[in-house]
Protein backbone atom coordinates (compact mmCIF):
# COMPACT_ATOMS: atom_id res chain seq x y z
CA UNK A 1 0.00 0.00 0.00
CA UNK A 2 1.43 3.59 -1.24
CA UNK A 3 1.65 5.75 1.28
CA UNK A 4 2.62 9.81 -0.04
CA UNK A 5 3.26 12.20 2.97
CA UNK A 6 4.36 16.08 1.68
CA UNK A 7 6.47 18.28 4.34
CA UNK A 8 8.29 21.43 3.92
CA UNK A 9 5.80 24.15 3.68
CA UNK A 10 5.53 27.27 5.33
CA UNK A 11 5.49 31.22 5.55
CA UNK A 12 8.26 32.60 3.13
CA UNK A 13 8.77 36.05 1.97
CA UNK A 14 8.30 37.49 -2.23
CA UNK A 15 11.43 35.95 -3.83
CA UNK A 16 12.27 33.48 -1.25
CA UNK A 17 12.74 29.29 -1.33
CA UNK A 18 10.84 26.22 -0.14
CA UNK A 19 12.00 22.73 -0.71
CA UNK A 20 8.85 20.47 -0.82
CA UNK A 21 9.29 16.35 0.36
CA UNK A 22 7.23 14.16 -0.97
CA UNK A 23 8.18 10.64 1.27
CA UNK A 24 6.79 7.54 0.76
CA UNK A 25 6.40 4.31 2.27
CA UNK A 26 5.10 0.80 1.73
CA UNK A 27 6.60 1.15 -2.25
CA UNK A 28 9.30 2.12 -4.06
CA UNK A 29 8.88 5.47 -5.82
CA UNK A 30 11.48 4.36 -8.67
CA UNK A 31 8.10 2.98 -10.43
CA UNK A 32 5.58 5.46 -10.44
CA UNK A 33 5.28 8.63 -11.93
CA UNK A 34 4.93 11.56 -9.64
CA UNK A 35 2.74 15.17 -9.72
CA UNK A 36 3.13 17.87 -8.09
CA UNK A 37 -0.05 19.83 -8.01
CA UNK A 38 -1.56 22.59 -5.90
CA UNK A 39 -4.75 24.28 -4.94
CA UNK A 40 -5.42 27.81 -3.97
CA UNK A 41 -9.19 28.92 -2.40
CA UNK A 42 -11.76 29.03 -5.03
CA UNK A 43 -9.80 27.51 -7.54
CA UNK A 44 -8.72 24.30 -9.81
CA UNK A 45 -6.44 22.23 -8.33
CA UNK A 46 -3.39 22.67 -11.62
CA UNK A 47 -0.67 20.82 -11.76
CA UNK A 48 2.69 22.07 -11.22
CA UNK A 49 5.08 19.57 -12.23
CA UNK A 50 6.20 16.08 -12.51
CA UNK A 51 8.66 13.03 -13.36
CA UNK A 52 8.64 9.81 -15.48
CA UNK A 53 9.61 7.05 -14.21
CA UNK A 54 11.33 4.94 -16.93
CA UNK A 55 13.25 8.47 -18.74
CA UNK A 56 12.70 10.75 -15.91
CA UNK A 57 11.24 13.18 -18.27
CA UNK A 58 9.77 16.56 -16.36
CA UNK A 59 7.05 18.80 -17.12
CA UNK A 60 6.39 22.20 -15.75
CA UNK A 61 3.49 24.27 -15.51
CA UNK A 62 4.65 27.51 -17.61
CA UNK A 63 3.64 29.92 -14.68
CA UNK A 64 6.90 27.87 -12.30
CA UNK A 65 9.17 27.48 -15.46
CA UNK A 66 12.81 28.44 -14.11
CA UNK A 67 11.54 28.94 -10.70
CA UNK A 68 10.91 25.24 -9.58
CA UNK A 69 12.46 21.92 -10.27
CA UNK A 70 11.68 18.40 -9.49
CA UNK A 71 13.73 15.78 -8.80
CA UNK A 72 14.31 12.09 -7.11
CA UNK A 73 16.50 10.88 -4.41
CA UNK A 74 15.23 7.06 -4.96
CA UNK A 75 18.06 6.39 -1.89
CA UNK A 76 15.46 7.92 0.42
CA UNK A 77 12.32 7.11 -1.98
CA UNK A 78 11.53 10.74 -1.91
CA UNK A 79 10.94 13.13 -4.14
CA UNK A 80 11.50 17.43 -4.22
CA UNK A 81 9.75 20.17 -4.95
CA UNK A 82 12.45 23.30 -4.84
CA UNK A 83 10.28 26.31 -5.20
CA UNK A 84 12.73 29.79 -6.14
CA UNK A 85 12.22 32.98 -6.52
CA UNK A 86 8.57 32.55 -5.03
CA UNK A 87 5.52 34.87 -5.43
CA UNK A 88 2.32 35.87 -4.05
CA UNK A 89 0.32 33.84 -6.47
CA UNK A 90 2.12 30.84 -5.54
CA UNK A 91 0.30 30.42 -2.54
CA UNK A 92 -1.63 27.34 -2.28
CA UNK A 93 -1.88 23.77 -0.36
CA UNK A 94 0.10 21.39 -2.33
CA UNK A 95 -0.12 18.10 -2.72
CA UNK A 96 2.22 15.37 -4.84
CA UNK A 97 0.30 12.25 -6.38
CA UNK A 98 1.53 9.01 -7.89
CA UNK A 99 0.80 6.10 -10.47
CA UNK A 100 2.03 3.26 -10.97
CA UNK A 101 4.04 2.39 -13.98
CA UNK A 102 1.99 4.31 -16.54
CA UNK A 103 2.54 3.34 -19.89
CA UNK A 104 3.13 5.91 -22.29
CA UNK A 105 4.24 8.22 -19.40
CA UNK A 106 1.41 10.17 -18.04
CA UNK A 107 3.71 13.03 -17.30
CA UNK A 108 3.31 15.02 -20.18
CA UNK A 109 2.65 19.17 -21.59
CA UNK A 110 -0.20 18.91 -20.04
CA UNK A 111 -0.52 17.56 -16.11
CA UNK A 112 -3.95 15.99 -15.59
CA UNK A 113 -5.13 15.48 -12.11
CA UNK A 114 -7.23 13.06 -12.57
CA UNK A 115 -4.25 10.86 -14.51
CA UNK A 116 -3.07 10.32 -10.57
CA UNK A 117 -3.83 7.66 -8.58
CA UNK A 118 -2.46 8.09 -5.32
CA UNK A 119 -2.29 11.29 -2.84
CA UNK A 120 -0.75 12.89 -0.21
CA UNK A 121 -2.25 15.36 2.49
CA UNK A 122 -0.94 18.61 1.12
CA UNK A 123 1.25 20.88 2.56
CA UNK A 124 0.21 24.75 3.13
CA UNK A 125 3.13 27.05 1.37
CA UNK A 126 2.08 30.72 1.77
CA UNK A 127 4.21 33.92 0.18
CA UNK A 128 3.60 36.80 1.57
CA UNK A 129 5.67 39.97 3.10
Known amino acids: QLQLVESGGGLVQPGGSLRLSCAAS????????IGWFRQAPGKEREGVSCIGYRLLNTHYLDSVKGRFTIVRDNAKNTVYLQMNSLKPEDTAVYYCAATWRPYPSICTAVIDKRRFDYWGQGTQVSVSS
Open 26 to 33: GRTLDTYD
